[in-house]
């Protein structure tokens, strides 16, 4: 595998891990170390390669929640803000796809905004 610069690795973690899990994308060219950026909202510049997303020539870079970063500060806004969702929002987390669904909670709770702006401040 290329080398890639840590400041640049570092900024794709941050991109990657802002908003919701699945918001943003990059990935790093496993013979290059380029990285490349997507997002649900198109609009980055980048115009990705095609195949960004095999595994055997990139390497995706992981939203905190995949390592479990931001389990902790959910429950916290979850206990704050929407208390009587707590329990719920720990069974949510048992299972595999916890983000996902903790993400169509909020989507059902209209509380998105208030999750990002307190995800923001908190961390």
């Known amino acids: ?5 840590y400041g640049d690795l570092q900024w794709a973690f941050t991109y990657v891990s802002t908003g919701l899990q699945g918001d943003h994308s990059a990935f790093v060219e496993r ?10 909202a198109g609009d980055m510049n980048d115009n990705p390669p095609e195949d960004v997303e095999n595994l055997q020539r990139y390497l995706a870079v ?8 931001g389990r902790q500060l959910v429950l916290r806004f979850v206990e704050h803000e929407m208390p009587d969702c707590y329990e719920e929002v720990i069974n949510i987390f048992r ?7 903790y993400k ?4 059902s709770r209209n509380a998105v905004d208030r999750w990002q702006s307190y995800e923001q401040t908190e961390e």
């Open 62 to 69: 992981p939203h905190k929640n995949e390592l479990e970063l």
């Open 104 to 107: 169509m909670l909020l989507e």
């Open 31 to 40: 013979d290059t170390g380029q990285i490349f950026w997507t997002s649900e």
């Open 1 to 5: 595998m290329a080398s890639v610069k």
């Open 95 to 101: 299972g595999r796809g916890a983000y996902r669904r």
